[in-house]
């Protein structure tokens, strides 16, 4: 019975016990991992099997002359402890008797900076380590400049090494000095600078008697006493991003989420966002039932005097401090793909609960880490980091990220492979935004095709240069016209040599091609015209995008399907053999991709079909819609 009461009593208190995320992070072998598995060496938290096997794996993969070797207690993967580095984040959680952790270590090569800003993302405090031989380095300008970016306001610089260096206050104090000079630009206030030897324990969990020079605290004891960032979201507006509506019956509806900023109580009015709806809270429910209030952090249920529409990714906010609506903003973009971020190619936003389609309408600029330059930037490559304009498919409800990480925070996915590509943090919505609207018309585009008497159509036609994509549409234009229907043709040649003749051939400036002409296209559809677009357009995503356009039931896409051996040899305007000769640079086929349709509407090989069948099939297969 004893024990039992002691086992109650040690979980009671366990969970009294509040918890700090934090990171470590900084340059390639700056003692990292070591520092972090001394850490759960000395607050003794490992296993005796763990220990057992830390003993085994420091003789025969360690690096500290068979001695223990605390990194390999973090770095699990078999290329980090081939190589000594980290590469993938790794998580791990230890106690003290005064608080809770949970420590991400994460790598620090430039080329897995994607990785770090994964494990800052949730984290309180940063702990930035700088080998005391080295000084700073151009990483760590990097992880600092992304830790001020991603809105983390406690900095720990711990030199370490210092037993490489005699303990020397003179070495410590100039790192001190530079690295602080460093943050004041950064807008980093909060700089605690620790001097340590994560290998042999000097003021990691105790002051040492080797640096009695230093009269700050130890490391731990600055973990144990460091503020939550909690605090600061139990004061902000209140925010429940609704995750889940609860309807067990017909006579329950509740609204579930995690409460991402401020506090609520029963009775109290609210504002559904982005609609605009509002109501009064009736009830909270928590994982111990009813309850009067609702905090920061608390995962509950809340029920309304109404009945009104909430979808997940709604956000309840209270009704005299709700977050603004918008759906074009400035943000900061952290690229994590060996795929650039081209500016007009639509992607997916996934922001709290909500996923939705999403394009940079323009890069302003981006960033270079070390200096902190501005630089003139069209896309941006893997591990950059730049500032552009968003524009999004719809509104959403948002608060900028400097005041709350979960309504300003968002990831990036590819629309084709669903594979996160970016991280981004809102800024602001673009005044344009709130002073652009839509102005009423009378006459809309069914009322256009109307008077035409047909139904608007748009054929894309897409395929290698000298397919014959612009040769078929011509044919297929002659019938429309015969047969009375109303029609322009878009043939690439042709826009280039006035919409798009500031346009040249990289990738970027392809993906800005085919996104005007896919808006123009929309254009002349709600004008009641049968478009047809001729153009190589070689990105499925592009294509996608002139689909989701257009609407749905009116994109046709027609691949004109030619080996590219084929049509070298037609070569018609000679454009193959200046390729081929390295005079013109990104040509599709030769230099630059081409993305053939997975599942065309229409597939026209022209090695079996001639031209003018295709055409005679092509409006045969319009006119039976």
Avoid at 266 to 271: A, S, Y
Wanted: aromatic share 6%; proline share 4%; glycine share 8%.
């Amino acid at each position: 019975m004893n024990a039992i009461t002691s086992l109650e009593q040690y979980l009671q208190q366990q969970q009294r016990k509040d918890l700090l995320r934090f990171i470590t992070c900084g340059s390639v072998d700056d003692g990292k991992s070591t520092l972090i598995g001394r850490l759960l060496f000395e607050t003794k938290v490992l296993f005796e099997d763990q220990l057992g096997q830390l003993e085994v794996d420091s003789k025969k993969l360690g690096t500290q002359g068979g001695e223990l070797d605390f990194a390999l207690l973090v770095d699990g993967l078999a290329a980090e402890r081939e190589q000594g580095i980290t590469i993938d984040v790794a998580y791990r959680f230890f106690a003290t008797d005064k608080r809770k952790f949970i420590v991400a270590d994460t790598p620090g090569h430039e080329q897995y900076t994607r990785n770090m800003v994964t494990g800052a993302s949730t984290a309180d405090l940063a702990v930035i380590l700088i080998d005391a031989r080295q000084g700073l380095l151009a990483q760590t300008r990097r992880h600092s400049y992304l830790v001020s970016l991603l809105g983390i306001r406690q900095v720990l610089v711990a030199v370490n090494k210092m037993d490489l260096m005699d303990y020397s206050e003179e070495v410590f104090r100039r790192i001190e000095t530079d690295y602080r000079a460093f943050a004041e630009k950064l807008g980093l206030t909060d700089v605690q600078c620790i001097p340590l030897s994560a290998l042999r324990g000097d003021n990691l969990i105790e002051r040492s008697n080797s640096m009695p020079w230093y009269r700050g605290p130890s490391l731990l004891e600055h973990l144990e006493s460091a503020p939550l960032d909690d605090n600061r979201a139990s004061q902000a507006p209140f925010r429940l991003p609704v995750q889940w509506v609860n309807r067990p019956n017909l006579d329950f509806r509740g609204f579930a989420g995690n409460v991402a900023a401020g506090s609520i109580r029963v009775g109290d009015p609210i504002r559904v966002l982005p609609s605009g709806k509002q109501s009064r809270v009736s009830g909270v429910l928590g994982m111990a039932g009813a309850q009067r209030e609702a905090v920061c952090g608390q995962a509950v249920t809340l029920t309304l005097d109404d009945e009104i529409d909430i979808s997940r990714g709604d956000v309840i906010a209270l009704a005299d401090a709700p977050p603004a609506v918008a759906d074009q903003f400035e943000a900061t973009l952290v690229w994590m793909s060996e795929e650039p971020l081209l500016p007009g190619r639509p992607y997916l936003m996934k922001i709290g609960c909500r996923t939705l389609g999403m394009s940079c309408a323009t890069l302003k600029h981006k960033v270079n880490v070390n200096t902190l330059e501005h630089l003139a930037a069209r896309t941006l490559e893997l591990n950059e980091i730049g500032v552009g304009n968003l524009s999004l498919d719809q509104p959403i409800p948002f608060d900028a990220y400097a005041d709350n990480r979960d309504t300003g925070g968002f990831i990036v996915i590819d629309r084709l492979s669903n594979q996160t590509v970016g991280a981004g943090m809102l800024h602001f919505a673009l005044r344009r935004a709130q002073n652009v609207h839509w102005q009423a018309i009378d006459v809309d585009g069914a009322a256009r095709a109307a008077l035409k008497g047909q139904t608007p159509r748009m054929l894309w036609f897409t395929g290698l240069s000298g397919a014959g994509k612009s040769t078929i549409a011509n044919l297929v234009e002659r019938k429309l016209h015969a047969l009375g229907r109303h029609t322009y043709l878009l043939d690439g040649d042709n826009v280039r040599h006035g919409l798009n003749r500031d346009l040249g051939f990289s990738e970027a400036d392809r993906v800005e091609n085919i996104r005007r002409v896919a808006e123009v296209g929309r254009l002349m559809l709600d004008a009641g015209l049968i478009t047809l677009v001729s153009f190589i357009s070689p990105f499925r995503a592009e294509r996608d995008l002139a689909r989701s356009l257009a609407g749905e039931g009116t994109f046709l896409e027609i691949f004109v399907d030619t080996p590219l051996a084929l049509a070298e040899q037609r070569d018609p305007k000679g454009l193959y053999q200046k390729a081929r000769c390295g005079e013109l640079k990104n040509f599709t086929g030769i230099d630059s991709p081409y993305e053939p349709p997975l599942a065309p509407d229409l597939h026209i090989d022209t090695r079996s079909e001639s031209a003018e069948a295709a055409a005679e099939r092509i409006v045969e297969h319009l006119l039976a819609q």
